[in-house]
């Protein structure tokens, strides 16, 4: 019996393992163009990346509405505002949440952004983010700094949400510095 059970145990752990993978789409290089993309903010309107050209762009990925990381993430970007509309930066997040819940997520924290809707996760896969856990897919937390020729500027691989904002914010102003 207790062979059995050791046994039903080591399949299980076996089978998570197996059902857990990343994408198969690589993140695209610093200095290479951004992957393009065409999706729905959270009030239904669509947005392509080339909407943004000519701007920086701080393009965050993020697993869920309104779960504490992705909370504490996106109120930070929430708060920096000024200081990204100061040196003319935009700040876009991206999750495979549905434009409703977004909505939801946006009027909950009073979020002054835009968050885009991949519930088929395209653009999450194009970026190399998406990861599948075969019950369901989220985007991993990662973001990119993209340049005003629509260039894949800086990549964030490990994010803190309590820091990320911050992190990115400075980055922003000494690539802005640099040109």
């Known amino acids: 019996?207790?062979?059995?059970?050791?046994?039903?145990?080591?399949?299980?752990?076996?089978?998570?393992?197996?059902?857990?993978?990343?994408?198969?789409?690589?993140?695209?290089?610093?200095?290479?163009?951004?992957?393009a993309f065409k999706l729905q903010d959270q009030n239904g309107e669509w947005h392509e990346l080339s909407d943004y050209a000519g701007e920086w762009l701080a393009l965050y990925f993020y697993p869920r509405d309104d779960t504490p990381g992705c909370t504490t993430e996106a109120c930070n970007f929430r708060d920096s505002k000024f200081a990204y509309e100061a040196i003319g930066a935009r700040v876009v997040g991206i999750s495979v949440d549905d434009v409703e819940s977004h909505k939801a997520f946006e009027e909950k924290y009073e979020l002054p952004f835009t968050l885009l809707a991949d519930p088929s996760g395209e653009t999450c896969a194009e970026y190399?983010?998406?990861?599948?856990?075969?019950?369901?897919?989220?985007?991993?937390?990662?973001?990119f700094i993209i340049d005003p020729d629509g260039n894949i500027a800086k990549h964030y691989e490990d994010v803190d949400p309590d820091t990320h904002s911050a992190q990115v914010l400075a980055d922003l102003e000494a690539l802005i510095q640099k040109m």
């Open 1 to 35: 019996m207790k062979k059995a059970f050791i046994l039903a145990i080591t399949l299980v752990a076996a089978a998570v393992v197996v059902a857990v993978s990343a994408s198969d789409n690589e993140s695209p290089a610093v200095g290479s163009q951004a992957p």
């Open 128 to 143: 190399g983010v998406l990861r599948d856990y075969k019950l369901t897919k989220i985007a991993a937390r990662e973001s």
